[in-house]
Nanobody, 119 residues
Framework: QVQLVESGGGLVQAGGSLRLSCAAS????????ISWFRQAPGKEREFVASIMRGGGGTSYSDSVKGRFTISRDSAKNTVYLQMNSLKPEDTAVYYC????????????WGQGTQVTVSP
């Protein structure tokens, strides 16, 4: 089993920054890839960014590329999402999710953290 705990959400003005954290515990072999997703009210959940273990391979959605940076501290089993130049349309509940190296779907999800960007 894997437990994922997100933190760092909050209220920020447009143009501001926030850093989200996703702390993983448990069977770390199942956290080869950790990703951030978000879901705004009335919308489907969407992919934001992902990172593979060992620092190899990051991926971003077009909507956040150039503004968000995903990073990983393997010693702390924590993944970060640095969010800069935030826009009101970034308002959503942000979730981190984990999957193993051979998994095609994410087996583990955190409880989510709210990010609200005011105009």
């Amino acid at each position: 089993q894997v437990q994922l705990v997100e933190s760092g959400g909050g209220l920020v003005q447009a143009g501001g920054s926030l850093r989200l954290s996703c702390a993983a515990s448990g069977r770390t072999s199942s956290t080869y890839t950790i990703s951030w997703f978000r879901q705004a009210p009335g919308k489907e959940r969407e992919f934001v960014a992902s990172i593979m273990r060992g620092g190899g391979g990051t991926s971003y959605s077009d909507s956040v590329k150039g503004r968000f940076t995903i990073s990983r501290d393997s010693a702390k089993n924590t993944v970060y999402l640095q969010m800069n130049s935030l826009k009101p349309e970034d308002t959503a509940v942000y979730y981190c999710a984990a999957r193993g190296p051979f998994d095609t779907q994410y087996s583990y999800w955190g409880q989510g953290t709210q990010v609200t960007v005011s105009p």
